[in-house]
Nanobody, 119 residues
Framework: QVQLVESGGGLVQAGDSLRLSCAASGRTFSSYVMGWLRQAPGKEREFVAAITWSSGSTYYADSVKGRFTISKDNAENTVYLQMNSLKPEDTAVYYC????????????WGQGTQVTVSS
């Protein structure tokens, strides 16, 4: 059974940093893309960043480019999202998700972790 478990959210001030972690288990993710998506109150869920497990290629939403960095630790089967220079508009529930590299839809989701950035 696939499990994605996020951690690292919290309440910070604008300009601060946070690192989210996503511990993945239950299958081999070598042919998967691991993503971070977020949903703010009253808004639709949006893409934040993704990393291809096999190649390490990374992708970012324009709104976070230059501030957020996605990375992975193969040995720990963990994906990270380093968030720097946080802004109040980054406030959201952040979800870790996984999808096959052959598909566009994310199949597996974590429970989400709250990130709140105060001004």
């Amino acid at each position: 059974q696939v499990q994605l478990v996020e951690s690292g959210g919290g309440l910070v001030q604008a300009g601060d940093s946070l690192r989210l972690s996503c511990a993945a288990s239950g299958r081999t993710f070598s042919s998967y893309v691991m993503g971070w998506l977020r949903q703010a109150p009253g808004k639709e869920r949006e893409f934040v960043a993704a990393i291809t497990w096999s190649s390490g290629s990374t992708y970012y939403a324009d709104s976070v480019k230059g501030r957020f960095t996605i990375s992975k630790d193969n040995a720990e089967n963990t994906v990270y999202l380093q968030m720097n220079s946080l802004k109040p508009e980054d406030t959201a529930v952040y979800y870790c998700a996984a999808r096959s590299i052959y598909l566009s839809k994310y199949d597996y989701w974590g429970q989400g972790t709250q990130v709140t950035v105060s001004s």
